[in-house]
């Protein structure tokens, strides 16, 4: 049970501890805990981070909670932020807390008879009928102003931002007490987080002592960031989300398989559960020939399986090689309408009537007439594609330009409503068929 910080430390995820957390993991079974700040619906890949970090600590053979904050989201932490941010009202909380409980139960063992089974807490449960008297006697009394005060997320806020509120103010006392509460009702004695979340804490540390004499520990994990120096996480559409209706799996495998070869030997250690010896092989491995892009490829199909299932892999998969012209028919049959779309994004479409595609009988019909000036500027130059061995539709080559179109097999409707067309190697045009 002690190997849980040298886990963490080989793969690049340690950043500050306490003093005696390895004899403490070292002497029993410990439970520790994990915040998730509920400002959304969806965890993204920012929080993949702390995910890891409790599912390493689990695989150790220690008990994780994961305390989903419905009650610090109503404040929102001003750790390293310039400005406050808005408060969510309580249903949208409620909704937001719901759905990150489902997604954590993706990564984390919460059902087993396990004694270190994963467990999923919620501080709105024991703060929401805390009253504000209780409070400030109970908690506040115990830490001073001067300590709260010296924190660097409290000084760089009044030094550079637009000042500090009393809500956000008081953020640090309420995730120290969510701290003495799961110490003193669950016996968890150790806090996880981001480095950002230092400060916050060993507040809770700090209370603990006071108010119970007790001795509780905290580990920080870095933050992560790009080579570039640009936002982990961020893309130009925003961030990567784990939910595939806001970020769809081919979308996410794409994200990863895009990263740099810096960012991929670090990303690999962090985000998967690969063994030291098959990471340590494949980083050799891709520096050899880092052109070939095996490492991002591992790091893509480790990272996509793990939140989306191998069948949605497969798909991201699939539709990756689909502008390589490595794909199929069937390939491209089997890609779901989104998926589809955001392959083709930008790519040319065309709206025609599906009586108009059905009544071309041959393919310089459908390319040089209902395509006329798009993707050929006459039935003529339709032709003369179609004989230099240049047309595709639906990845199926069109030799013959007087052959008869076949749409009961070769030729049936994506989706049952697009038709994909492919000129040359890298030119694609789309009929979008309306009824």
């Known amino acids: 049970m002690s190997n849980f910080i040298s886990e963490l430390s080989w793969r690049g995820m340690l950043q500050d501890q306490t003093p005696d957390l390895d004899k403490h993991l070292a002497s029993g079974l410990r439970a520790a805990y994990l915040g998730f700040d509920p400002t959304a619906d969806s965890l993204h890949i920012g929080h993949l981070v702390g995910v890891m970090t409790l ?10 909670f994961a305390l989903v904050g419905g009650a610090t989201g109503m404040i929102g932490d001003p750790s390293f932020k310039s400005d406050e941010r808005k408060l969510l009202d309580a249903e949208t909380l ?74 956000e103010f008081t953020y640090q006392l309420i995730q120290g007490y969510d701290f003495l509460h799961l110490y003193q009702q669950r016996e968890v004695s150790i806090q996880l987080g981001g480095s950002d979340q230092w400060g916050n804490i060993v507040t809770g540390t700090e209370l603990i002592r006071r108010k119970t004499g007790g001795h509780a520990f905290a580990l920080t994990v870095p933050l992560i960031t790009k ?24 979308a996410f495998y794409q994200f990863w398989l895009n990263v740099s070869d810096e960012d991929a030997e670090k990303y690999v250690k962090i985000f998967t ?49 689909i502008l390589f012209g490595k794909s199929s028919t069937e390939d491209l049959a089997r890609l779901d309408e989104r998926t589809f779309l955001q392959v083709f994004e930008g790519v040319p479409q065309l709206n025609v009537r599906h009586e108009d595609v059905k009544a071309c009988a041959h393919a310089v019909d459908l390319l040089g007439g209902l395509g006329e000036g798009v993707i050929a ?27 008869p179109l076949d749409w009961s097999e070769t030729l049936q409707l994506l989706q049952n409503k697009y038709l994909l067309v492919q000129k040359g190697k890298k030119n694609y045009f789309i009929f979008c068929i309306q009824d």
């Open 55 to 64: 599912m390493h600590f689990q695989r150790a053979g220690h008990k994780p």
């Open 273 to 321: 559960l690969l063994e030291r010896a098959v990471i340590e092989a494949a980083i050799a491995q891709h520096r050899e020939a880092p052109h070939l892009r095996q490492l991002q490829r591992l790091l893509a199909e480790e990272i996509t399986r793990m939140v989306h299932g191998q069948s949605e892999l497969d798909m991201a998969i699939a539709a990756s090689e």
């Open 377 to 403: 500027k006459s039935k003529g130059e339709a032709r003369k594609l179609i004989q230099g061995g240049g047309i595709s539709i639906n990845k199926h080559k069109i030799v013959d330009p007087q052959a």
């Open 227 to 250: 080579a570039d120096g640009s936002k982990f996480g961020k893309t130009e559409s925003g961030s990567v989300w784990l939910d595939p209706e806001k970020t769809s799996p081919y």
């Open 94 to 167: 409620a909704h937001n807390v719901a759905c990150i409980q489902a997604q954590l139960g993706k990564f984390l063992d919460f059902d087993s008879d396990a004694a270190n089974k994963a467990e999923l807490v919620n501080n709105y449960d024991w703060m929401a009928d805390f009253s504000f008297l209780e409070f400030i006697r109970d908690v506040g009394k115990h830490i001073t102003v001067n300590y709260m005060m010296a924190k660097d997320s409290v000084k760089r806020r009044l030094e550079e931002g637009n000042g500090l509120s009393f809500t």
